[in-house]
């Protein structure tokens, strides 16, 4: 019987741990061959932006708003800065500004009674809210922006009967009102009425304003307004006392030759237009307000927005008081220079002037300035 010879032995694993390296090998040059040429293309590219922006610097352009330009799907009016009509007026703004009726800033008297009872009219009405500037508002009341000044005593009832007289719904959120909002700050539909009541038992400058979404479209529309709630316990006497509501108007047009309306863009940018006082730019600057050498002045102001704050300043002065958020029952501060009024809040402030002069108020924020938020208090007539 012959033998036969043994099979020569292989080992599997010394076999299949060669395969593996060789293709491990392959599938890493292929790595480095690919890093290899994306790190030449972002060079390529880095080349390129520095060659586009030599020659941007050199057209006095940036290259994004070239590729912007020449790409027809690009909106314009997202992708590059919002136009703007600020300070846009007619040649005759002078004339129109000392021709305009001033609003009537002083604090009218609390109401008789233990009832104070507040009726106002919604109605879309066009405004100027600079001299020869006019705007489709969506009004209180049907005088424009802001609504009326509603005041009453700590302790008293309000009632606010609402007729929307406009186009679409409309609402009245109080700031002073504690009291379910899904009840009472409801949306009233056009030809609709609504009364509510509440009591005024938290005293202070509150702001009161349409809550019908989008809240930000009904507020720059001019739909807001200031309830003042004397405290119980009266504030140090005041001589005069004066209502500030500060917004910002936001334009889809100039306005000069037609109404403008509303540009939610800028709104969300919170790029205005025009800010004031009272509604209309720079109207208590030809319109000042008045007072007499040695007389306590007493500012309540409202910061209506519907988006930026007011730093409440007044030259030449320092606050004697300040009732910083209107925390009328709390001691105020002393020796205050500017005072930080948040949208949607208020501020009390008094000033004593015994030197004749123009002490300019204005919100400490300078662009608001340049933009209309800035009046006159008029010392003892001085020219």
């Not at 066009?126 to 922006?145: C, I, L, Q, R, S």
């Not at 004397?230 to 005069?240: E, G, H, I, M, V």
Request: charged share 20%; with cysteine.
């Amino acid at each position: 019987m012959t033998a036969r010879s043994a099979p020569a032995y292989r080992r599997p694993a010394d076999s299949d741990s060669g395969a593996f390296f060789k293709v491990a090998a392959i599938l890493l040059g292929l790595l480095v061959s690919v890093v290899g040429f994306f790190a030449l293309m972002m060079w390529a590219d880095a080349r390129e932006a520095r060659d586009d922006t030599a020659a941007a610097q050199a057209s006095g352009r940036a290259p994004a708003q070239d590729a912007a330009a020449l790409d027809p799907a690009v909106d314009h009016n997202v992708a590059l800065p919002l136009d703007s009509f600020a300070g846009v007026v007619p040649e005759n703004a002078q004339q129109l500004a000392e021709a305009h009726k001033a609003t009537d800033a002083a604090l009218p008297p609390v109401p008789a009674g233990d009832l104070v009872k507040v009726e106002m009219t919604l109605k879309d009405m066009v405004v100027e809210v600079a001299p020869g500037v006019k705007y489709n508002t969506w009004a209180f009341d049907g005088h424009g922006a802001p609504g009326p000044i509603v005041h009453a005593r700590e302790g008293q009832t309000v009632e606010m009967t609402l007729v929307n007289g406009g186009a679409i719904p409309h609402s009245i959120d109080f700031h002073a009102a504690r009291i379910a909002p899904d009840v009472a700050f409801r949306d009233i539909d056009p030809g609709e009425s609504f009364t509510f009541r509440f009591k005024a038992d938290d005293p202070g400058v509150f702001m009161y304003h349409c809550g019908t979404k989008p809240v930000l479209a009904h507020i720059a529309n001019g739909m807001y307004g200031a309830i003042v709630v004397d405290p119980a316990k009266p504030l140090p006497q005041a001589d005069r006392e004066y209502v500030l509501v500060a917004s910002e108007w936001y334009l889809d047009g100039a306005g000069i030759d037609a109404p403008a309306s509303l540009n939610m863009d800028k709104a969300r940018a919170m790029a205005p237009d025009w800010t004031t006082f009272n509604g209309y730019a720079n109207q208590y600057v030809t319109h000042p307000l008045t007072a007499k050498p040695g007389e306590t002045v007493r500012f309540y102001v409202v910061a209506a927005g519907p988006t930026l704050d007011t730093d409440f300043h007044v030259v030449g002065t320092i606050f004697d008081r300040a009732w910083v958020n209107a925390a009328v029952t709390n001691a105020p501060q002393n020796g205050v220079q500017t005072v930080l009024v948040p949208a949607g809040g208020g501020g009390v402030f008094d000033v004593k002037i015994d030197e004749p002069g123009l002490y300019p108020f204005v919100s400490h924020a300078f662009a608001h300035v340049d933009l209309g938020q800035v009046g006159l208090l008029e010392v003892a007539g001085t020219k």
